[in-house]
């Protein structure tokens, strides 16, 4: 069956610092990965997705994520976080022979001044 | 971008009362989906329509449940007699095709009292 993992539940890191959001995920086939930001009170926001081809994808915000086939993971990244980007982020993955998505159980980052 | 609307973004009923919860899909869009995230936890699937019919569901998405289609641009969740526990917040998602990417609404944020 699919299934994602987010590992950190929360993650605190200083404005200016690099981000690294582990998912990984569990799926016989090549799946489509998705990761969506949800700021408070808000709906979901794709940042980035993966579908095929280059397994570094560049997203919106300035963020990126990077496909591993060998790990099952699909880490996202930004080199420098802004203080805005503290939001609650989902990995999710869909598959051929589904129509629906499987969310992780989030990442709340925090970001200090 | 276009959006997917959903109304009410509140609503408060009490147990064992039937509500409607209600959602405008981007109009080329053929795949729509509902999805729930109870307070702090993951956001889970509930789902999915596909020519006008249910192409899956998940295992809360019992007889409680119920999704239609009324006319060409609306797509509603109706709970027959809901308990405290379906208190969520209820998120509408369509998209255009299967490999396409999910559009999320703001939600809608259930309160069973």
């Known amino acids: 069956a699919q299934s994602v993992t987010q590992p950190d539940i929360h993650i605190t890191v200083s404005e200016g610092a690099s981000l690294e959001l582990r998912c990984n995920y569990s799926y016989g086939a090549t799946p489509y990965l998705f990761w969506y930001v949800q700021s408070p009170g808000q709906g979901l926001q794709l940042l980035l997705k993966y579908f095929s081809g280059d397994t570094l994808v560049q997203g919106i915000k300035g963020f990126e994520a990077e496909f591993k086939r060998s790990q099952s993971s699909f880490n996202l990244r930004k080199p420098s976080v802004h203080w805005s980007d503290a939001a609650e982020y989902f990995c999710?993955?869909?598959?051929?022979?589904?129509?629906?998505?499987?969310f992780g159980t989030g990442t709340r980052l925090k970001v200090l001044a | 971008e276009p959006e997917v609307t959903q109304t009410p973004s509140h609503q408060v009923t009490q147990m064992g009362q039937e509500v409607i919860l209600r959602c405008v899909p981007i109009s080329n869009h053929l795949y729509f989906y509902w999805y729930r995230q109870i307070l702090g936890q993951k956001v889970e699937f509930l789902v999915s329509f596909y020519n006008n019919e249910i192409s899956e569901k998940s295992e809360i998405f019992d007889d409680q449940f119920s999704v239609e289609r009324p006319d060409g641009s609306n797509f509603t969740l109706k709970i027959r007699s809901t308990k405290l526990e379906d208190s969520a917040m209820y998120f509408c998602?369509?998209?255009?095709?299967?490999?396409?990417?999910?559009?999320f609404g703001s939600g809608t944020q259930l309160s069973v009292l």
């Open positions: 999710a993955v869909g598959a051929e022979g589904t129509y629906k998505y499987i």
């Open positions: 998602a369509s998209r255009l095709s299967r490999g396409e990417k999910l559009f």
